[in-house]
């Protein structure tokens, strides 16, 4: 069993920056590739970024490139995604997630799932 926890979110101003953290434990954690959902009001979930377990290769939507920076600690087992010049657009709960494999973020498979914590981007 993997515990996921999320922290860092908050309100912040259109243009500005926020840095979110997943502290994970249980077995073997270090060996799961991590990652973050968000998923907006009315809106479904949708696939924000990706590192798999060495921290070497990272995945995001093309769309978000140079925005958004995923990074894992696996010496603290936590995952991190920086976010600069946020848009009202990005105002979501994002959740972390854990997978076997970094394929896992875009077809499907996630092995376990965070509470998700609130970042509300004001214009």
């Known amino acids: 069993q993997v515990l996921l926890v999320e922290t860092g979110g908050g309100l912040v101003q259109a243009g500005g920056s926020l840095r979110l953290s997943c502290a994970a434990s249980?077995?073997?954690?270090?060996?799961?590739?991590m990652g973050w959902f968000r998923q907006a009001p009315g809106k479904e979930r949708e696939f924000v970024a990706a590192?798999?377990?060495?921290?070497?290769?990272?995945y995001y939507p093309d769309r978000r490139k140079g925005r958004f920076t995923i990074s894992r600690d696996n010496a603290k087992n936590t995952v991190f995604l920086q976010m600069d010049s946020l848009l009202p657009d990005d105002t979501a709960v994002y959740y972390c997630?854990?997978?076997?494999?970094?394929?896992?973020?875009?077809?499907?498979?996630?092995?376990?799932w965070g509470k998700g914590t609130l970042v509300t981007v004001s214009s």
């Open positions: 997630a854990a997978a076997r494999y970094t394929t896992n973020f875009l077809e499907g498979g996630i092995d376990y």
């Open positions: 249980g077995h073997t954690v270090s060996t799961y590739a």
């Open positions: 590192v798999d377990w060495s921290g070497g290769s990272t």
